[in-house]
RNA sequence: GCGGGUGUCGCCAAGUGGUUAAGGCCUCGGAUUGUGGUUCCGAUAUUCGUGGGUUCGACCCCCAUCACCCGCC
């Protein structure tokens, strides 16, 4: 038994000119077009959408949190659901992220032993454990196809001594993840740490490669880098991953971003950028970031972007969805959101397109000279 | 007509003789990157109903006047 028994990386065309591909990867849920985006559901749901909406958006895979999802709810509750597919009646890939992020980022108190991480809940100050052992039974139980490696992100910025002691755990524990996981249709991604040293993520990409994974992720990105910075960590990272398996850059991101992942030989990202901008009024155009409570949206019947066909720009007007967010109706959100996600995924799905035409170079340099973010 | 009260940013409102007149809502900008679900940050009154006066100095004291509110006749 193997993933290649589940899991399928087939590269269509690559460029010749950057690094960019696009491919088709097989799961036990359904097929992924990529490059794709994943909208992110914390909580087993996408904010603000029924999953109707969320397939509706073009979504081909969606991310769960296995920490929110093991602080409630409950693996149990989920696992005797059906696991995630079950419990969600959502029956496309899901991917479920370690925890490792989130006790990084939203966990007040914690320890990070060699053992593994103490952290309380910040929501009712609880305390949990979770090593490279527990968190593989969590996603197990969950069920998700792709499952991620439980690592130790670090903040920026840092030194070169807390980047090397993050990495020299997170190595360690990709040995435990791998040890502990035997399940071969669930698939589970290394990640790439190292801070923002190249010698690290050269380091930290070699060893990652050595495991025989369905996929590889690069972590640690996103964390609050200028996009300079970011940029290079992911030019220099994403080659050094293997060509013919799936690319994940964790965390990422603006349209621009996901234009320049691409570019650099990723194939997957995740964001919860589409979701939250939304919440806060803020969607995406091909122009850049507009924001609906301006004032000179007020009497703007036309659609939040011109070229966008999804619900809500065939359906209403950014004076009426600004009237929504106004006055705080939840429907603001939704078609924001809807609007967002749209956006990603019909952008990322031109850019695989023009990949295959063989114009990717022509037309990405194009999109970015509209956006003015 | 008489007595009492109130008039400070679009709205609510603190201040009560002493440098640049709190705060909240609204409005207007901005932020957000492996999600703590209406969040966070910033901006907006040369001016305190109006006109005089007292004072070194007045939103704050005095006079007049206007508007509104509550009683009484």
Redesign the pocket.
């Known amino acids: 038994m193997s993933y290649s028994d589940y899991f399928n990386f087939k590269i269509i065309k690559a460029s010749n000119k950057s690094n960019a591909r696009a491919g088709l990867f097989s799961t036990p849920h359904g097929e992924i077009e990529t490059p794709i985006f994943m909208p ?1 559901g ?2 087993s ?4 959408l029924t999953n109707d909406q969320i397939l509706a958006t073009g979504a081909q895979i969606i ?1 769960a ?1 296995s920490y929110h999802m093991y602080l409630r709810a409950g693996c149990e509750l989920v696992k005797s659901a059906g696991g995630l597919h079950g419990w969600m009646n959502f029956h496309k890939p899901i991917l479920t ?2 925890g ?3 006790i ?3 966990s ?1 108190l914690r320890k990070i032993t060699d053992d593994g991480v103490y952290f309380q809940d ?2 009712n100050g609880s305390k949990h454990f979770i090593s490279p052992e527990i968190s593989m039974k969590i996603q197990e139980d969950l069920g998700a196809d792709i499952i ?1 490696a439980f ?1 130790e ?1 670090a903040p920026y910025p840092c030194d070169y001594k807390q980047a090397r002691s993050a990495l020299d755990k997170t190595k360690a524990w990709l040995e435990r993840c791998f040890e502990a996981h035997k399940n071969y249709n669930q698939a589970l991604f290394p ?1 790439v740490q190292g801070a923002f040293f190249d010698d690290l993520r050269k380091e930290s990409a070699e060893f990652v490669s050595k495991f025989d994974a369905a996929g590889y992720a690069i ?2 990105v ?1 964390v ?1 880098e200028p ?1 300079d910075i970011k940029n290079h960590i992911t030019e220099i990272t994403a080659p050094l991953l293997p060509f013919n398996k799936p690319r994940y850059l ?5 349209p621009v ?1 996901l234009i320049n992942g691409i570019k650099y030989g990723i194939d997957m990202f ?4 589409p ?3 939304a ?4 969607f995406f155009t091909y122009q850049g ?1 507009k ?1 609906i ?4 949206f ?1 009497n703007d019947f036309t659609p939040l972007d011109e070229n966008c066909n999804c619900y809500a720009c065939k359906n209403h007007t950014k004076a009426y969805i600004r009237h929504l967010y ?1 006055t ?3 429907t ?2 939704t078609l924001l959101s809807i609007h967002n996600i749209h956006f990603l995924l019909n952008l990322v799905k031109d850019l695989r397109k023009s990949i295959i035409a063989g114009n990717f170079e022509e037309y990405s340099t194009e999109l970015l000279n509209n956006f003015k973010d």
């Open positions: 992110v914390t909580n749901a996408v904010k603000m991310l949190n992220d370690s490792g992020f989130q990084f980022s939203l007040k910040p929501k991620m690592d992100c990640i972590g640690g996103s609050g996009t964790m965390g990422v991101g603006t971003d995740d964001c919860v950028l979701t939250r901008n919440r806060h009024g803020t970031n924001i409570k301006n004032k000179q007020e106004k705080q109706e939840a603001a959100a």
